[in-house]
C-alpha cells in the first residue's frame, strides 16, 4: 500500500496532546485577551465554561500562522459560536469588549489578587470579597484580629501566604531554577546516592521565568520504595540545611508507619510530594533573600518517565494525555499507565517510550506549552 501521502496538520487535532505548541504563538495578543477571560471564569468557579476557554485558546497556540481573516480558523478545533464572534471582534478591533470590562472590573482584580495568595483558592476568596474585602491590607487585618471565623488552621496558612505573598509573586529566572536543581540534587545524592532528578514544569517547557520549580526525583532501587520515606527523608535533609523553610500541604505523603493505602486526593496522581518554600543559601551567588516555592516528587523507578512527562505538563496538555489513553483502552497519570482491561501496568524505559506506549507521536517538551 502507498503511504498517507494526505498532510494532516496537526494543529487540527482535537488532542493537545497531539499539537505542537509554542511557549510564543503567533496569536499571543488575542490568547491574552481570551485567557483574562478564562481566568475570569475560574475565579468564578464556572468550571466548564473556563474549561472551553482553555480548550479554545490551547487550539490557538498551534495555530502556526497569525490569524488575518475568518477563513483561516474554520480548521482549529473548540471554536464555536461565541468564540468564534469574539476572534471576530478581536480581528476587527485588536481586542475583545469583555476582556476590557473584565479587566477593570473591581470584583476580578480582587479575586485575582486574592487567589495569589498561596492557599487562597477562588472559593475563599469569593467569600473575602463578600466579606468587603478588597485590598491585601484589608485582609491582613482580617486574618490579624481573632474574631475572624475561618479556625486557626485556615488562617495560619493564609497569614504565612499572605507574608510571603510578594516575595513569591516573584518570577524564578532559568539560572535560579536550575541552581535551586543543583542544590536538590546534592542533597539527594547525600542520603541517597545514584538517585536521579529532572526538573519539570514550566522551565522544561522554555519558560524563561517560572512560577514554582517542580522537580521529580527517583532512585535506581526505588521499586515500590514508597514505605522508605524518600520524600520525608529529603525534605528533612534540606530543611536542616535552611533549604526550605515551610512545607504545605502534601496530600499522598503518609506520615511513618501509617497504613492507609495511596490516595488519590488531588486527583492528580498518587506519588508521594511535599510542597515546599525554598530559600536559597546566602553563599550562592543567585541568593536574593526570596522564598521560593518548590514541589518535590518521588517516583518510583518504574513509573520514573511516566511522572516526568506528567509534571512537565502543560496542564492542557497532560488532561488530553489522560483522554487519549482513554481512547486508546490505556489509563495514564503521573503515577503509572495501566491497561484498562486488565489493569496490566505498562513500564517506560524513557520519555520517548511513553509516547511510544501511548501510541503517540513523540512531542518534545518545548512543544508541549498547550
Ligand atoms: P509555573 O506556573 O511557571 O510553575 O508553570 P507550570 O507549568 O510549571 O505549572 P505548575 O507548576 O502548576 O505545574 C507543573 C505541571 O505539572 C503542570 O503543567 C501540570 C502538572 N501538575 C500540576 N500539579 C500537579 C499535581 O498535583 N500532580 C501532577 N501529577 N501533576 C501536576
Ligand atoms: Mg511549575
Keep these: 500500500t502507498l503511504p498517507d501521502l494526505v498532510y494532516e496538520p496537526r494543529y487540527k487535532s482535537r488532542f493537545a496532546c497531539e499539537r505542537y505548541s509554542p511557549l510564543i504563538c503567533p496569536n499571543q495578543d488575542l490568547v491574552k485577551e481570551l485567557h483574562i477571560i478564562k481566568l475570569a471564569r475560574e475565579m468564578e468557579s464556572e468550571e466548564r465554561s473556563a474549561l472551553s476557554y482553555s480548550r479554545a485558546i490551547s487550539a490557538i497556540k498551534a495555530f502556526p500562522e497569525k490569524i488575518k481573516s475568518m477563513s483561516q480558523i474554520s480548521d482549529i478545533p473548540y471554536l464555536g459560536d461565541k468564540l468564534t464572534g469574539m476572534i471576530q471582534e478581536f480581528l476587527s478591533k485588536s481586542t475583545i469588549s469583555q476582556a476590557r470590562q473584565l479587566s ?44 475572624n471565623a475561618e479556625g486557626s ?6 497569614r504565612e501566604g499572605l507574608r510571603l505573598r510578594d516575595e513569591l509573586s516573584v518570577k524564578i529566572p532559568r539560572a535560579e531554577v536550575e541552581e535551586m536543581g543543583r542544590l536538590v540534587d546534592n542533597a539527594l545524592q547525600d542520603i541517597l546516592p545514584g538517585s536521579e532528578s529532572t526538573i519539570c514544569g514550566g522551565y522544561r517547557r522554555g519558560k524563561l521565568e517560572s512560577n514554582d520549580v517542580d522537580i521529580v526525583f527517583t532512585h535506581p532501587q526505588g521499586q515500590g520504595n514508597k514505605a522508605n520515606n524518600m520524600i520525608a527523608r529529603l525534605v528533612e535533609r534540606m530543611r ?35 510542597l515546599t518554600i525554598f530559600n536559597l543559601p546566602k553563599t550562592s551567588p543567585y541568593y536574593k533573600g526570596i522564598h521560593r516555592r518548590l514541589d518535590l516528587i518521588y517516583a518510583p523507578r518504574e513509573v520514573y518517565w511516566t511522572a516526568v512527562v506528567g509534571w512537565t505538563g502543560s496542564t492542557m496538555f497532560e488532561r488530553d494525555l489522560r483522554l487519549w489513553a482513554k481512547q486508546k483502552g ?31 507521536e513523540w512531542i518534545e517538551p518545548r512543544l508541549r506549552n498547550a
Design 104 to 147: 477593570s472590573d473591581t470584583r476580578y482584580q480582587t479575586l485575582i489578587s486574592f487567589t495569589s495568595v498561596y492557599g487562597i483558592g477562588p472559593h475563599t476568596a469569593r467569600h473575602l470579597y463578600d466579606l468587603g474585602l478588597r485590598t491585601f491590607d484589608d485582609l491582613s487585618r482580617y486574618l490579624g484580629s481573632d474574631d
Design 153 to 158: 488552621g485556615g488562617s495560619f496558612a493564609w
Design 240 to 274: 536542616k540545611d535552611g533549604l526550605i523553610t515551610h512545607t504545605m500541604h502534601a496530600p499522598s505523603v503518609r506520615s511513618k508507619g501509617s497504613l492507609r493505602p495511596p490516595t488519590n486526593h488531588d486527583g492528580w496522581d498518587t506519588l508521594d510530594k511535599s
Design 330 to 360: 490505556l489509563k495514564f497519570d503521573s503515577s503509572g499507565i495501566t491497561r484498562r482491561r486488565d489493569t496490566k501496568a505498562l513500564y517506560a524505559t524513557s520519555e520517548r517510550d511513553v509516547f511510544k506506549l501511548l501510541e503517540l
